[in-house]
Nanobody, 125 residues
Framework: QVSLVESGGGLVQADTSLKLSCIASGRTFAGNIMSWFRQAPGKERQFVAAVRWLGREKNYADSVRGRFTISRERATNTMSLQMNRLKPEDTAVYYC??????????????????WGQGTQVTVSS
């Protein structure tokens, strides 16, 4: 079992920055990929970014590539998402997710076994 807790959401203006964090606890040694997803009202949950827990490989959705940066710190079981040049269309609940079989790098929602409770990000124009 893995527990995930996100923090760092809030209300910001467009073209500013925000940093989200996710702390993992439990059987994190079995982790392979950690990712961020987001879900806007009335829309499906979508992939944002992924990082391999034991390596440096990262993956981003086209909509955030060049603006968002995902990172992880194994010593503290923490994953972060630095979001720059935010846009109103980035408004959503952001979720931290944990995959243990190594097949979640493509961002498929059903590949992830564990999820955080989400943190709201609202970007005003």
């Amino acid at each position: 079992q893995v527990s995930l807790v996100e923090s760092g959401g809030g209300l910001v203006q467009a073209d500013t920055s925000l940093k989200l964090s996710c702390i993992a606890s439990g059987r994190t040694f079995a982790g392979n990929i950690m990712s961020w997803f987001r879900q806007a009202p009335g829309k499906e949950r979508q992939f944002v970014a992924a990082v391999r827990w034991l390596g440096r490989e990262k993956n981003y959705a086209d909509s955030v590539r060049g603006r968002f940066t995902i990172s992880r710190e194994r010593a503290t079981n923490t994953m972060s998402l630095q979001m720059n040049r935010l846009k109103p269309e980035d408004t959503a609940v952001y979720y931290c997710a944990f995959n243990t079989d190594g097949l979640g790098f493509d961002g498929r929602v059903d590949r992830y076994e564990f999820w955080g409770q989400g943190t709201q990000v609202t970007v005003s124009s």
